[in-house]
């Protein structure tokens, strides 16, 4: 019996299928636009060390010239301070955009854009085409277990403004979700949500001051001033480390929210906005090497057990 439906369905099939392009990750070395990692999804990115970047996806607000996907550009690489041993090491995302100044207006004017993306540690492997081989591009294999993301840290220090005292601000969000490789940080649950956020002014001089800076951890609990639940922040506010619990993970998903005002005769820009990823190679903790050695232990008697039964 013939069935001509088939090759029919293949037919149309075809053409649906031509303009699906695969994404690849590359070595993020040389600033390349956000534009250039596309499809967003966790395949099209870039990568250093053992981390790679991915999933990007950019977001401005109406009338924004704050940043689109084909100006901002990301880069990572040992001139930035991503570095491993076979314990330990640092990752960094250094996002950038002649797109983020903003300049005076009659009544002020304020641009916003959002940045999402994921960022995985990995061990050994290939993912979208990029391999992570000993030596290669900074990667070491670790001495003990799985590399794993010890600690986030959001990183505006690099701000320029110029004009009156309180002439013009930064307010940055950074949302983050442990373990997840959504990508939309916003939507996480709560027992993985975290977040830092910080408003920074002009201080009349060329840089900046803070007006306020706050944090959430994991579990919805607040940390005023940044400096508990595993949150810290340097004198200025302008960066803030969350040193993850526990052995790490080895995703996050990450959500960056942008907003820069000028009131008249001031400007303010962002030269960089940093993201420093802190790695580790983690060992068992004493409790896991308990519990293995008492299980080598319950399986040897039991062995033993068997060879007198038999």
């Not at 149309?12 to 695969?22: D, E, N, T, V, Y």
């Not at 950074?174 to 002014?201: D, H, K, V, W």
Request: proline content about 5%; hydrophobic content about 35%.
């Amino acid at each position: 019996m013939n069935h001509p439906t088939f090759p029919r369905l293949i037919l149309l099939a075809l053409p649906l299928c031509a303009p699906f392009a695969w994404g690849a990750i590359g070595a993020c070395t040389g600033g390349v636009t956000l534009s250039n990692y596309q499809p967003t999804d966790l395949q099209s990115g870039c990568a250093y060390v053992d981390k790679s970047f991915s999933n990007f996806a950019v977001n401005s607000g109406v009338g924004s010239t704050v940043g689109t996907p084909g100006t901002i550009t990301v880069t990572s690489n040992s001139a930035l301070g991503d570095a491993l041993t076979s314990t330990s090491g640092l990752g960094v995302a250094d996002f950038t955009s002649p797109a983020w100044t903003q300049t005076n207006s009659l009544n002020g004017s304020e641009n916003q854009t959002d940045v999402d993306y994921v960022v995985q540690a990995y061990t050994g492997g290939t993912v979208g085409g990029y391999t992570y081989s000993n030596g290669v591009n900074g990667y070491v294999t670790p001495g003990a277990n799985p590399w794993a993301i010890s600690s986030l840290t959001l990183d505006l220090s690099n701000v320029t403004t110029s004009g009156p005292f309180e002439g013009a601000t930064i307010n940055m969000t950074e949302y983050f979700c442990l373990s997840s490789t959504a990508g939309n940080a916003i939507t996480c649950p709560s027992a993985q949500q975290g977040r830092m956020t910080t408003l920074l002014e002009s201080n009349g001089t060329g840089g900046t001051v803070y007006i306020t800076f706050d944090c959430v951890a994991p579990g919805g609990v607040t940390s005023i001033g940044c400096d508990t639940n595993n949150f810290s922040a340097d004198a200025n506010g302008d960066v803030i480390t969350y040193t993850i619990p526990g052995a790490g993970t080895q995703a996050i998903s990450i959500y960056d929210n942008l907003d820069l005002f000028a009131h008249t005769g001031s400007t303010i820009t962002l030269n960089s906005l940093i993201n420093d990823f802190g790695e580790e190679s983690e060992v068992p903790e004493p409790s896991s090497l308990l519990l293995t050695g008492l299980g080598a232990i319950g399986l040897l008697l039991f062995l033993g057990g068997r060879r007198a039964n038999g």
